[in-house]
């Protein structure tokens, strides 16, 4: 196929799937034979669709077989891409290794989480090791999976940059740790002061990533002060946002608590957050086993 229909495929064979017109596994398949050294953007799709993919499986006991089968299929995409960019290699090359690197960051892959590490702890020691999309990459990995240590030392970077773009991105990076202790300490960060009045939001927003319902809940918590952070008009659909990653039925409840609280002209970014969790909730209960069962056969 054309790389245009190869992503037609893949956008449709999942979307297909989540609304059980064909089977979810039949993207799974797709990724199992898709060449690591196909066209650029369809691989950097491809990526992207399975890390996406990941969160269905959060807290399951089939998570890491799934992730092994993600891995399989990405890690030789990233050996062949290598971590710097090569002398006169293409635009779409270099938007694949920022891809499957994160994907794999995201997966866990100690590989490439050492080797993250290692740059960004030869960054720390010499800045100019490290520059743009390189930069931006590996604090992204780093970020993710950080530790306490590895937090605090990219909240310094946050604190010393004089550039105001890229203090608001290592603001942002703090609120994507995966650790929930990290996680609040983020939170509570966001609200210390310290972060710009447009940079708070952004920090909250984050920690949603990865902890939907702590990030609402505190957000809700404090509703008034970040409220005062945000333009009127924009209000209702920052918590709106900040709840559609949720996995949980909980939420449900509480959008619909929060909706009683707006003018019912403001209610429209609510109702669709509430459709989307509606949704997952209905693709993981229904559609996850169905990939469940088809990586117990076929994940190899």
Sequence with gaps: ???????????????????????????????????????????????????????????????????????????????????????????NDALLRRSVLVTLGDLGHAPTLAEARLRFDRYLADPGSLTGAGRRTVLSIV????????????????????????????????????NAALADRALQLALSGEPTPTEAPGIIASVAGAHPEKAYDFAIANRAKVEALLEPTSRTSYFAEIAMASRTSAMLDKLTRYAATVPPTARGEIDKSLSAIRFRLGVIGERVPEMERWLAGNAR
């Design 143 to 178: 970020a993710r999976n950080a530790d306490a240590g590895t937090w605090e030392a990219i909240h310094k970077l946050a604190r010393a940059s004089k550039d105001i773009s890229d203090r608001a991105r290592l603001y942002r990076l703090l609120g994507s740790a995966q």
């Design 1 to 91: 196929l054309a790389p245009a229909d190869q992503l037609g495929l893949l956008y449709d064979s999942r979307a297909l799937g989540e609304i059980g017109v064909v089977p979810m596994s039949d993207f799974l398949a797709l990724a199992r034979n898709a060449p690591a050294t196909g066209e650029p953007v369809v691989l950097q799709t491809l990526s992207e669709q399975l890390d996406a993919i990941d969160w269905l499986f959060e807290g399951r006991p089939t998570q890491p077989a799934y992730r092994a089968f993600v891995i399989s299929r990405i890690a030789p995409i990233a050996e062949r891409l290598g971590w710097d960019a090569r002398p006169g290699e293409a635009d």
